[in-house]
C-alpha cells in the first residue's frame, strides 16, 4: 500500500527521521511523507510516530475533470476492506486550482461511488474518531482518495486529562525534542511548563514509550484487522521501555497549571521520571541541561511584558548551566534576540493559528 504520513509543514523532516528509525525510508514531500507498507507499517507507525498527525493509505488517484467521471473512477477504487454496513464513514474533500471545486458535491458525488463499489449505503457521521474517515483531495484536476488509518489526529496520546490556557500539542512539544538531539542523557527542563507537555513528552522519549499504548486506532474496526499483529507489535514495543536517569523538571508560575502538569504525568505513567514545582526561575546549578520550552507570547501580552520574560530565560540558562542547549518558541525574530543575539532559527510552524519559530541557542 501507499501510505502516508501527515506532518504540519515545518515538521516533516522530524517525521521522516523517525520513520527511518523504524526502519522506513520515506520520501518528504510538502505536508507530510510518502512511504510504503502493509499492515504492519501501518500499525507500527500509529503506534510510534511521535511528531505525525495521521498516517493515512491512499485508496487511489486519477484525474476527473467532470461529476461524472469522479463518480465512476471513485467507484472503482478498493473501498471493500474499508466500508462495512455497521461502520459509519465521513468524507471530506479539499479542492485547489481545480475544475471540481465545490467540496459539498465533490463529498456527495464520492459517497454515491462507494453505494456503488459496495451495494448498500454506507452510513455517515461528522466525527472523524467513530468511523471510516475518507480524506480527498483535488489538485489540479487529479484527486486523491485517502483512509485515515488513525482516527483522531495522533497528538491526542490520552494523556490530558487536565488543560491550561494555550498548551502545546503534544505532537510538537514531542518534535522539539526529537529536533533538540535530547536522548535522556542530560538533563531536561521547561521553565514555563503549562500542563507538562515537554516534559512529559520527554520523559516517554528517553523511555522510549511508545506514544500511541493508551488509544484506539481507526484501523482496529477494519475488516483486516490482524489483532494478533498488533499485539505482538505492541508487546514488542513495550519490552523497550527503559529506566530514564536524569532529571526532567518542570516549572510555572501557576499553581493550577502544576497540579494540571504533575495529573497529566501520571495519567501518561511517567511521574517516576518527571518533577514539576510551582517556581519561576529557580536556582539551578548543572553543569550540562537541554532547556526546551514555550514561553508566553500571545495577543494579549504586551511587547514590553513579553520581551522581558524572553530576556529572564536567557540570563537565568547562562546563569544557571555551564553547557546548555535551549529551544523554545518565539513568534518573531525580534523576541527571539531578546534571549541571545547569537539565537538560530532551526524551523517554523503553525502553533494555534500564530506561526512561531522554533530558535536554538547553545553554550
Ligand atoms: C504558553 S504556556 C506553556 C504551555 C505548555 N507548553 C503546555 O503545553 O501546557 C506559558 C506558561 O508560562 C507560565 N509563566 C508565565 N510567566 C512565568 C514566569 N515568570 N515564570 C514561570 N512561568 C511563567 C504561564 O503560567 C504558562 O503556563
Request: proline share 5%; glycine share 6%.
Amino acid at each position: 500500500m501507499k501510505l502516508f504520513a501527515v506532518a504540519q509543514p515545518g515538521i516533516e523532516e522530524i517525521t521522516a527521521q523517525e520513520l527511518k528509525e523504524l526502519g522506513i525510508e520515506g520520501k518528504v514531500v510538502p505536508g507530510g511523507v510518502e512511504f510504503e507498507g502493509g499492515l504492519r507499517e501501518i500499525y507500527l507507525t500509529n503506534l510510534w510516530l511521535r511528531s505525525a498527525n495521521r498516517v493515512l493509505v491512499r485508496l487511489c488517484t486519477f484525474r476527473a475533470k467532470h461529476f461524472a467521471e469522479l463518480v465512476r473512477k471513485a467507484s472503482k477504487c478498493p473501498w471493500s476492506e474499508f466500508i462495512t454496513p455497521e461502520l459509519p464513514i465521513k468524507i471530506r474533500a479539499t479542492s485547489r486550482h481545480s475544475k471540481l471545486y465545490h467540496t459539498k458535491a465533490i463529498e456527495e458525488r464520492v459517497l454515491r461511488a462507494i453505494k456503488e463499489a459496495v451495494g448498500f449505503e454506507p452510513q455517515t457521521t461528522t466525527y472523524e474518531d467513530e468511523g471510516t474517515s475518507v480524506i480527498v483531495r483535488f489538485e489540479n484536476d487529479i484527486c486523491t482518495i485517502s483512509i485515515n488509518s488513525s482516527g483522531a489526529l495522533l497528538h491526542k496520546r490520552g494523556y490530558r486529562v487536565k488543560d491550561v490556557e494555550a498548551p502545546l500539542r503534544e505532537n510538537l512539544a514531542a518534535a522539539m525534542v526529537l529536533l533538540s538531539g535530547w536522548r535522556g542523557d542530560v538533563p531536561l527542563i521547561d521553565p514555563f511548563c503549562g500542563s507538562g507537555t515537554i516534559p512529559i513528552e520527554a520523559a516517554m522519549i528517553g523511555a522510549n514509550v511508545p506514544p500511541g499504548t493508551r488509544r484506539e486506532f481507526a484501523f482496529m474496526k477494519w475488516k483486516n484487522f490482524d489483532r494478533e499483529l498488533w499485539e505482538s507489535i505492541k508487546e514488542e514495543a513495550l519490552k523497550r521501555v527503559k529506566e530514564v536517569k536524569v532529571p526532567i523538571l518542570g516549572f510555572d508560575i501557576d499553581p493550577t497549571a502544576v497540579e494540571a502538569a504533575v495529573e497529566n504525568s501520571r495519567t501518561a505513567g511517567v511521574e517516576r521520571w518527571v518533577e514539576f514545582k510551582n517556581l519561576s526561575f529557580p536556582k539551578l546549578s548543572f553543569e550540562k541541561a537541554f532547556v526546551i520550552t514555550n514561553p508566553p507570547y500571545g495577543v494579549r501580552l504586551s511587547f514590553k511584558n513579553t520581551s522581558l520574560i524572553y530576556r529572564q530565560l536567557g540570563h537565568w540558562v547562562r546563569k544557571s548551566f555551564k553547557e546548555f542547549k535551549l529551544l523554545f518558541l518565539s513568534p518573531n525574530r525580534r523576541l527571539a534576540r531578546e534571549v541571545s543575539p547569537e539565537v538560530r532559527m532551526l524551523t517554523y510552524f503553525d502553533n494555534g493559528g500564530i506561526k512561531v519559530g522554533l530558535y536554538l541557542v547553545e553554550a
